[in-house]
């Protein structure tokens, strides 16, 4: 007898085989179980999961001479020619090449014929998302009410291409990727039956490289096989399939987790020079950065990561990276895979992922660079070791404070942190904006401020440089008063949106951080809202003494032109 290859000899034979589909053999093994067959079925999901196998013990299950039977005997003539795809009641269509719509008519003209000898005419229509619009077009009535002998079954693995018109004539099945661990375990049986010793790790090896694809497992057990040896190791599989070995991986990580660029570059280099492609190698980078972040966030990663043994117990720096620093390694690594996919220069660009992860700086919590920077150190171990603390400096928001309130924004940027026993040095008149000696506290104890509704301006450009939308809203509001710590501001275009939209509580915390940061203390905004019909105050006479008010730039009938200027803070070149 010829060889058969593994994925075709251990194909399933009925719903029970099937491996890792349990929520659909449950609901079609029901099915069958209690009559209610449908006349259509649309199966979608990766390659290798089983999908054009279930359809194929569906078609045994209805025309089984023992049934019709969730478990078809397998032993009948019907069942034994569904098997070998030679029943004439079974047919089963290429959807890549019979997608025409000649093709489609053929199919509309041959199911009116009643089966030869099972109960269904059952068509498997492969790959249908490569049918075209006017073949799909040709079958919707008969897919929609075909004859009672016959039942459509869809399957594809690219779903966003079947038109909607036929998916919902249809009850669709998603097929799900097999796990790791379902894989290793089918692997294991298949080695058993065919007398093969597998060393430990050889098919976790296996699996991962299958992605989910049991027929991909079964494909690559079967290269392994054929090399002739009745044992194999991991070795095996990394010489034979050409898999980069996971020292590659760890070499790389550690060298990136003690920002070594150059140790990163050496063993990156080497697995390229031992002729790893390099998609391989940036494919392997990413899972490994994955398993990385999953033993270090995971409450249980034994559950999750099929290769875990090889990182359980090991003393790698990579192990002690933070998971903040883990994502952003990973969305490096997952850019550069989709670059290096589509590049002549693959190599380069996966060089250059390796560059960019080893000099990315260590994420560090804002209370560590709060307590660094006010108790004049560096910034202190855990994940953010090896930040600088010009780069800690360059992360804060600019204009507003990450200490509290109470600081404003200069060319140099204070932090401070309270303690109980002594405040901190800080140089209150740059981290205020108001000189000490212009402060002073009131009777209860309340700051009193020197500068009163003239800083309104001030307020309103920081607001301007945050949020330049909320400060179009604020275009016709004048500072009415300032008095210990409290600014009230009369707004005169108060329609009910612009009212709903500066007292909301988002906004309201802006706006008065903003005032906070001019000022350089705490500050209640109050606002007050005109009323309807009202006019804005149109001489200096009219508004509070002090406000600053500027010149319109452009004529006063060019209304929206002006507030277009005092949003962005624009000047007018030229005018036709």
């Not at 619009?133 to 040709?138: D, H, K, P, V």
């Not at 070995?245 to 697995?271: M, N, Q, W």
């Not at 560059?355 to 560590?368: P, Q």
């Amino acid at each position: 007898m010829s060889y058969v290859v593994l994925a075709r000899k251990w194909r399933p034979e009925t719903f029970s085989d099937v491996v890792g589909q349990k929520h659909v053999v449950g609901t079609l093994s029901a099915a069958v179980r209690s009559g209610r067959i449908s006349h259509a079925y649309l199966f979608s999901g990766p390659r290798g999961v089983g999908k054009t196998t279930v359809a194929r013990i569906l078609a045994k299950a209805l025309n089984c001479e023992e049934g019709p039977s969730e478990n078809p005997c397998g032993k009948c003539v019907s069942c034994r020619e569904i098997a070998k795809g030679k029943s004439l009641d079974v047919i089963e269509i290429d959807g890549a090449s019979n997608r025409k719509i000649e093709d489609a008519r053929s199919i509309r003209e041959t199911v009116q014929y009643a089966p030869l000898a099972g109960r269904k005419k059952v068509y498997i229509i492969d790959e249908a998302h490569m049918l075209t619009r006017e073949a799909f077009n040709a079958l919707l009535k008969t897919l929609e009410e075909p004859p009672e002998h016959v039942v459509f079954i869809l399957a594809t693995t690219e779903f966003g291409k079947i038109p909607e018109t036929i998916s919902s004539r249809c009850q669709h099945f998603d097929f799900h990727r097999i796990s790791q661990a379902e894989l290793e375990s089918r692997l294991l049986e298949i080695a058993t039956a065919e007398d093969l010793e597998v060393a430990d790790g050889t098919l976790g090896l296996l699996a991962a490289r299958a992605d989910g694809s049991m027929r991909d497992a079964e494909s690559l057990l079967d290269q392994l096989m054929s090399v002739g040896k009745t044992a194999i190791t991991p070795d095996d599989v990394v010489s034979i399939l050409g898999i980069p070995d996971i020292e590659v991986f760890f070499g790389i990580s550690d060298a990136v987790a003690d920002h070594d660029a150059g140790a990163a570059l050496e063993a990156l280099t080497g697995a390229l020079e031992a002729g790893f492609d390099p998609r391989d190698l940036i494919d392997g980078l990413v899972e490994h950065l994955g398993n990385l972040l999953l033993a270090t966030a995971a409450h249980d990663p034994s559950k999750l990561v099929g290769r875990f043994a090889e990182y359980r117990g090991r003393d790698s720096a990579s192990l002690h990276l933070h998971a903040d620093d883990l994502v952003r390694l990973l969305k490096i690594g997952i850019e550069s895979q989709s670059a290096v996919k589509w590049s002549s220069q693959s190599a380069l660009l996966v060089e250059l992922a390796v560059i960019r992860m080893a000099r990315l700086d260590r994420t560090v919590s804002i209370d560590e660079v709060v307590r660094s920077i006010a108790g004049g150190g560096g910034v202190g171990s855990g994940g953010g070791g090896a930040l600088k603390k010009s780069s800690a400096s360059r992360s804060l928001p600019n204009n507003t404070s990450l200490a509290g309130r109470g600081q404003r924004s200069s060319s140099r940027t204070q932090v401070t942190s309270p303690q109980p026993e002594r405040a901190p040095d800080v140089d209150l008149e740059h981290a205020s904006g108001t000189p000490l000696s212009e402060k002073a506290c009131g009777s209860d104890g309340m700051v009193e401020y020197a500068g009163g509704v003239e800083m309104w301006p001030d307020v309103l450009a920081a607001i301007r440089r945050e949020k330049p939308a909320l400060a179009a809203f604020l275009n016709e509001a004048d500072a009415a008063e300032f008095s210990r710590g409290e600014l009230a501001v009369t707004v005169h275009n108060g329609s009910r949106f612009h009212r709903d939209q500066l007292e909301d509580r988002m906004n309201m915390k802006l706006m008065e951080g903003m005032a906070e940061s001019v000022y350089g203390g705490p500050v209640k905004l109050r606002l007050r809202f005109a009323p309807a019909g009202s006019s804005r105050p149109g001489s200096a006479g009219d508004r509070p003494s002090g406000a600053r008010q500027s010149e319109p730039r452009v004529e006063a009938d060019d209304s929206m032109l002006n507030k277009v200027i005092e949003i962005f803070d624009g000047d007018i070149v030229k005018r036709s």
